[in-house]
T-cell receptor, first 111, second 113 residues
């Protein structure tokens, strides 16, 4: 079956580093996306990985291991505004453009 | 600026009433999607369309209907058959290129009176 697992909640301190993990089991793989969603708002795109390795974008980095069905999002120099839900989504292989979504990880950044 | 516009932001429905949620994009995207999000839940796909005049059911299509008569527009009708319509509805669009992300509108929050 298709399944994406993320921790439900995480807490971190302002200025620290946090790693949010995502493991997946899907019918084929054609890329993994990370989105950020603040409460009551729409998700916004953060990063995309299709090959193994680390993609860095400023304070945010995302890692992928296709053989392990594993990804993580790394947030550095945490700020209060980083308090949000972080969604992992996997694109299935094939012609359909559907994404399989995880339930999201709610991150609370404390002062 | 290009983007996705959903309207209205808040919508109230009476029992037994159909309502239509609007979604318009000027990003020239071929694919469009409708999701439903319940509190503390992930995104669940209702319908999606990869090209004009064609659409497919997602995971929870029962009680919903869509049309895709124009590339820019993908309205969602929540029918009276949908017994639990209270939710946050999100519209998204994307190109059909592999690594391109879906871009989301600001959402419509639907409540039952």
């Amino acid at each position: 079956g298709q399944n994406i697992d993320q921790p439900t909640e995480m807490t971190a301190t302002e200025g620290a580093i946090v790693q949010i993990n995502c493991t997946y089991q899907t019918s084929g793989f054609n890329g993994l996306f990370w989105y950020q969603q603040h409460a009551g708002e729409a998700p916004t795109f953060l990063s995309y990985n299709v090959l193994d390795g680390l993609e860095e974008k400023g304070r945010f980095s995302s890692f992928l291991s296709r053989s392990k069905g594993y990804s993580y999002l790394l947030l550095k120099e945490l700020q209060m505004k980083d308090s949000a839900s972080y969604l992992c989504a996997v694109k299935e292989a094939g012609n359909n453009r559907k994404l399989i979504w995880g339930l999201g990880t709610s991150l609370a950044v404390n002062p | 600026d290009g983007g996705i516009t959903q309207s209205p932001k808040y919508l109230f429905r009476k029992e037994g009433q159909n309502v239509t949620l609007s979604c318009e994009q000027n990003l020239n995207h071929d694919a469009m999607y409708w999701y439903r999000q319940d509190p503390g839940q992930g995104l669940r796909l209702i319908y999606y369309s990869q090209i004009v005049n064609d659409f497919q059911k997602g995971d929870i299509a029962e009680g919903y209907s869509v049309s895709r008569e124009k590339k820019e527009s993908f309205p969602l009708t929540v029918t009276s058959a949908q017994k639990n319509p209270t939710a946050f509805y999100l519209c998204a669009s994307s190109t059909n290129r592999g690594g391109e992300p879906q871009h989301f509108g600001d959402g419509t929050r639907l409540s039952i009176l």
